[in-house]
């Protein structure tokens, strides 16, 4: 049976059993009512000593778990304002490049010749519910779809990601990967002793699933500075953003990848995007350096 709901006193009390030091309660029982006990769950559990009985290293107040609460908001929202450059210059390049493929079709995206498993669900939500949209069948009721480059661009990052990966026809897939300065790579299979090609706009597909992931977190509020990838980041053909080292599948690989693709948006805002990042983390240590080693362990960073 789910245990019952606790007040906010009780919560505090039963932090204080555990060890944790705080300092002031009157500030917890604010803290603890704006964010929830549940949610700086995810981020205490970091300072525990015992993690079965969950108990606390000595020393530990809540404001430890309450300021890698607060750096985990600081990088979401740096990295959300940078993987949403990201989407919304992958969705341009998709709608150009495909669309002046295809002249004669502007409806591209719902022509089985050209597209797998297209959703008219996601269309018809446009239709009913999308302003543009809806203007679009006032102006001209004869059409069944707006073309590509209005409804589009109302569709999400990862909506748009599956159009690329359904579109048959590989050679505009691959001039899309070009833009981001991917090519074919040749890999050699230990074990079967030969070499296979991967494809350029495969490697851009598996990248680009990385980048949503992280999107999807900062969107939703998730946890991120410990997150992992399901996969490790591949290889990154430029060793300004190559990963040498250390874990793959780690937040710091993570934001190399995103800096790697937004520096072929904009070099100026992949420098950018490296400077915030280092001085939300900077900033932190220095308010509380508890957090270092965490950070260090957990998100991959080399400080």
Request: glycine share 4%; aromatic share 12%.
């Amino acid at each position: 049976m789910s245990k019952k709901a606790s007040t906010i006193e009780e919560q505090i009390e039963l932090l204080k059993s555990r060890g944790m030091t705080i300092s002031n309660e009157e500030k917890a029982k604010e803290h603890l009512l704006d964010i929830g006990y549940y949610r700086l769950g995810f981020y205490w559990y970091y300072f525990f000593e015992d993690e079965e009985n969950q108990t606390f290293h000595k020393g530990i107040d809540l404001t430890d778990a309450i300021d890698l609460y607060y750096l985990d908001v600081d990088l979401r929202n740096v990295l959300s304002k940078y993987s949403y450059r990201i989407e919304v210059h992958f969705r341009t390049q998709v709608v150009y490049f495909v669309s002046n493929k295809f002249k004669e079709d502007p409806t591209w995206f719902c022509n089985p010749r050209i597209v797998d498993n297209f959703r008219p669900d996601l269309y018809n939500n446009l239709k009913e519910k999308n302003i543009h949209i809806i203007k679009h069948h006032h102006k001209y009721p004869a059409d069944t779809y707006a073309p590509a480059w209005k409804n589009l661009e109302f569709l999400t990052f990862g909506q748009i990601l599956n159009i690329y990966n359904s579109l048959r026809c590989e050679e505009v897939k691959s001039e899309i990967a070009n833009v981001y300065g991917l090519k074919d790579r040749r890999v050699r299979k230990k074990t079967k002793k030969k070499t296979i090609v991967i494809k350029n706009y495969k490697i851009l597909r598996g990248y680009l699933a990385a980048i949503l992931n992280i999107r999807n977190i900062c969107s939703h509020s998730g946890v991120l500075f410990d997150y992992k990838q399901p996969k490790g980041i591949n290889s990154i053909p430029d060793n300004n953003y190559e990963l040498k080292d250390g874990d793959l599948s780690s937040l710091y690989a993570s934001i190399r990848l995103i800096s790697f693709i937004l520096s072929k948006i904009s070099l100026n805002r992949a420098h950018e995007l490296i400077a915030n990042i280092d001085r939300e983390l900077n900033k932190a240590i220095a308010k509380n350096p508890k957090l270092k080693n965490i950070i260090k362990s957990h998100a991959g960073f080399s400080i």
